[in-house]
């Protein structure tokens, strides 16, 4: 386990980890908990020796505006209707 792994984990849950259906990710708050958690659980690992390092402790993660947004686009029949009914104002 690297620390980009852990970083890509925390970018995945603020933009796609809600697990109830609904669109969009976790708040930064929830990830936090969620760090937190992570933590807990390597440094039991770091103490029985089954890992060497914690990848918890460099671990950035990042704030939800840095996330990359998916871009979309109008379809062509989308904007001949927005151009139809917005035509003569």
């Not at 849950?13 to 976790?26: F, P």
């Not at 704030?63 to 947004?69: L, S, Y």
């Amino acid at each position: 386990m690297k620390i980009s792994d852990i970083e890509g984990y925390y970018s995945f849950k603020l933009s796609s980890g809600r697990l109830d259906g609904k669109k969009g990710g976790l708040s930064t708050n929830s990830v936090r908990l969620h760090s937190v958690a992570l933590k807990l659980i390597f440094k039991y690992a770091l103490l029985n020796g089954i890992i060497k390092e914690n990848p918890c402790t460099y671990a950035v993660i990042p704030k939800k505006d840095d996330i990359k947004k998916k871009t979309e686009f109008y379809t062509a029949s989308q904007c001949n209707k927005l151009l139809e009914v917005t035509s003569g104002t």
